[in-house]
């Protein structure tokens, strides 16, 4: 199977499994160490990244404890080719969707122990596993360090396949049944606060029912005296 030369195999596979991402390996004399990292979009080739294998220690060689599998891996992409050079670029997009893992809405501080660092510099891509580890700092934030669990790899690039930007923009459209609803009325601020507006009649505030507390309640004899003061006539007095 050749990815760049007929591309149709694949296209069968991943229509067959359902599948948008492939990893192709392959040695041969012309180019040792071979991957293909590429991306589908309606069954058909999106692009594809050679990466040629020039350094390359194991999991095994490397004695320390590992993470969990599943762990979700915190990614770093280091050098100002990630950011300047196209095809650096369409190579972290790649990366990242290959190792992102599963979306979650919340991660706790402990489950953060797995970090994938990819470093370009000098026309190479160096890949690097780490676990993170907690240490004590004397305060609430604790002290973080790197420990190298491996594997490690020192790619070079190869050969190209980009998608133009038209076809890009058509691969990252969110169908309209993904996208969230907006509902009215309803806002947040720069903190995350929710607030709601409410659409009310004009309230005629004679006629709004106070809340009624003990205190303020008239007593029994007090009534009496006041009914007593309104059937008694008035008399007036007058000096002899």
Do not use: W
């Not at 991660?107 to 580890?133: C, D």
């Not at 907690?134 to 190869?158: H, Q």
């Not at 396949?161 to 058509?170: E, F, G, M, Q, V």
């Amino acid at each position: 199977m050749r990815p760049f030369e007929d591309s149709t195999s694949l296209e069968f596979f991943s229509k067959k499994t359902d599948c948008s991402l492939f990893l192709f390996g392959s040695h041969n004399k012309k180019r040792p160490n071979n991957l293909i990292f590429g991306r589908l979009f309606d069954f058909h080739v999106l692009d594809m990244i050679e990466l040629g294998i020039e350094k390359y220690v194991s999991l095994n060689e490397i004695k320390a404890s590992k993470c969990p599998e599943g762990t979700k891996p915190m990614l770093v992409f280091a050098g100002e080719d990630f950011d300047t050079d196209n095809e650096h670029k369409q190579l972290k997009s790649l990366l990242t969707d290959f190792f992102r893992g599963p979306k979650v809405s919340a991660v706790r501080l402990a489950g953060l122990e797995h970090v994938l660092h990819f470093t370009a510099l000098e026309g190479k891509i160096y890949m690097r596993s780490y676990r993170s580890l907690l240490k004590k700092s004397g305060c609430r934030t604790p002290r973080i360090e790197l420990e190298d669990i491996g594997p490690s790899f020192d790619f070079v690039m190869r050969r190209t396949h980009l998608a133009s930007d038209d076809l890009y923009k058509t691969a990252h459209k969110q169908p309209k049944a993904l996208k969230p609803k907006k509902k009215k009325n309803i806002s947040h601020d720069a903190f995350g606060t929710k607030f709601g507006r409410l659409h009310m009649q004009k309230q005629d505030l004679s006629k709004l029912q106070t809340r009624k507390m003990k205190g303020l309640r008239k007593r029994k004899g007090d009534v009496v005296a006041e009914e007593e003061q309104e059937v008694t006539p008035k008399v007036a007095k007058v000096q002899s």
